[in-house]
């Protein structure tokens, strides 16, 4: 009976609704005459019950007035997420209440060894601070404003009491220059969510003031357990090549694009071993733009959102998910392929940093001796883009202002560029390693399995004719139709009709 009443008062209803399993809640969360009850983790309850469909539980964490429980030791209640080239917010636990203290400053921020900005951050980091608590304890967090300006701190995603949610003017007054504001409330469930600025967004979320907030479960489900578990915050930004401001007024054209604040070849790369499982929290909080992330070599399951986990039979694999502006995802995957495997973007856009595109298109061009002819008069000026856009020869080339990341990628392991800057980083994933915090350097790969020049040997003895017509020059019927092997059997019909099977 006691197992009862607690659960009526968790869930917030009545006991007649319970017992007929129809009426939606009324009137709120339920209040204990006799103090607040324990906090009960979602994950203890079954997801259904006494056939009350899904959609009837709690939207908002249940009643905002439970006791919470004990604050949650990293090694004890949880595995620490790993945050690449950045950290986790240091707490303290004073009288049972897991204390942050965030401080908003104005941060010298280096986006890769050739760009530097004057960026505000949280903490000396900018996009790359993030704070790991765990579910059901009581956390305070103090924010200090160290800019010049006010400031209002939102916690992403969370179930809170109104008067913390943090929207500047709206549930709090602001934290103005020089002041310390205090959040105080009871975490009441487990995810990957965030926190950012929430007064004057468009510059302050733009300057940087942005992370990620990870709330571990109480009682972590063995079907959500992983040996690596990533924090990565993906945002944008506009900076003018020479310049060290971000441009917080442009609305999109973005031309650094970051992974926890920085750009490919500087973003960490997540090294795992052979067979781990592995969890990535994608946040996107840039200003404007969605990222379809994308895996090389493996598939994904769709795990988790900022609403809540995905069950093991609801999830779905992919290769690619799209991080919209507000949202985190969790994927998570098995790196059972050794090997380095680019993991990124997919808008190609998004894997270039600060490059002009005010010029007119060239590709395909026949430039001729115009190059030479122009020299005289501007000594590096090189056509640009007419076979498109080579970043390493280009990086070698063409004078760029200090302070810029035109076309930059890195050079790889066989000396060639690798043509890929912004949203770029590699998962590093081999079958021994000395440590997870170095990285492992390239791939060995085995004899026979890289993708070389093909031999004459190769191509003469599987008649590959390297001069073969296509067919593809001009546009309508093809010039000269490729020829059919002679054993090729009968000649396929031509799908004219999109509605016709063939
Ligand atoms: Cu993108």
């Excluded at 942050?100 to 505000?120: M, P, T």
């Excluded at 990222?291 to 900022?306: E, K, L, N, Q, S």
């Excluded at 430039?367 to 000594?379: V, Y």
């Amino acid at each position: 009976m006691a197992t009862r009443f607690s659960r009526r008062h968790l869930l917030g209803i009545g006991a007649a609704s319970l017992a007929s399993g129809l009426v939606w809640p009324k009137g709120g969360h339920g209040r204990n005459h006799r103090g607040p009850a324990p906090y009960r983790p979602a994950a203890a309850e079954p997801k259904s019950q006494g056939g009350r469909p899904y959609w009837q539980k709690t939207y908002s964490g249940g009643p905002i007035d439970v006791a919470p429980l004990p604050a949650g030791l990293p090694g004890e209640q949880y595995r620490p997420v790993v945050v690449p080239n950045g950290a986790v917010l240091p707490f303290k636990v004073v009288d049972g209440v897991k204390v942050f203290h965030l401080i908003a400053e104005e941060v010298d921020h280096a986006f890769d060894s050739g760009l530097r900005a004057n960026c505000w951050g949280y903490n000396g980091r900018v996009n790359s601070t993030m704070i790991e608590a765990v579910e059901g304890e009581r956390i305070r967090i103090y924010v200090s404003n160290r800019l010049p300006v006010p400031t209002s701190t939102h916690w992403h995603g969370l179930y809170l009491p109104n008067g913390m949610d943090g929207l500047g003017g709206l549930t709090q007054p602001y934290t103005k220059p020089g002041e310390t504001t205090k959040y105080e409330w009871t975490l009441r469930q487990h995810g990957t969510f965030m926190f950012h600025s929430h007064h004057d967004e468009m510059t302050q979320m733009g300057m940087g003031l942005i992370g990620m907030f990870i709330v571990h479960p109480r009682h972590p489900s063995p079907d959500y357990l992983v040996d690596r578990d990533f924090s990565l915050m993906i945002s944008e930004w506009s900076i003018k090549a020479g310049t060290a401001r971000p441009n917080t007024v442009e609305p999109s054209d973005f031309n650094v694009l970051t992974i926890n604040g920085k750009v490919f070849p500087s973003t960490a790369p997540l090294v795992c071993k052979t067979g781990d499982r592995v969890r990535l929290r994608l946040g996107n909080l840039g200003a404007s733009d969605h990222h379809p992330m994308h895996i090389h070599g493996h598939h994904f399951r769709v795990a988790a959102t900022d609403g809540e986990d995905i069950p093991l039979s609801a999830q779905w694999p992919e290769t690619t998910v799209l991080v919209a502006v507000g949202q985190t995802r969790n994927v998570e995957l098995v790196t059972d392929a050794p090997g380095d495997w680019g993991f990124h973007c997919h808008m190609t856009h998004h894997v270039m940093n600060q490059m002009g595109h005010e010029f007119p298109n060239m590709v395909g061009m026949k430039r001729g001796d115009l190059d030479e002819k122009i020299r005289p008069l501007l000594p590096a000026y090189m056509t640009h883009g007419h076979t498109g856009m080579d970043m390493g020869k280009m990086a070698e080339v063409m004078p760029y202002p200090r302070n810029t990341i035109s076309m930059k990628g890195a050079t790889g392991p066989f000396g060639d560029y690798i043509s890929m800057g912004g949203l770029f980083t590699i998962v590093k994933v081999r079958d021994a390693l000395k440590s997870y915090d170095e990285d492992p350097g390239w791939y060995q790969h085995a004899p026979g399995t890289v993708a070389l020049k093909a031999s004459d040997a190769d191509v003469a003895r599987d008649g590959i004719d390297v001069n073969e017509p296509t067919g593809s020059v001009g546009q309508g019927a093809p010039a000269s139709p490729t020829k059919r092997p002679a054993d090729a059997g009968p000649t396929p019909p031509r799908p004219t009709d999109p509605h016709k099977k063939y």
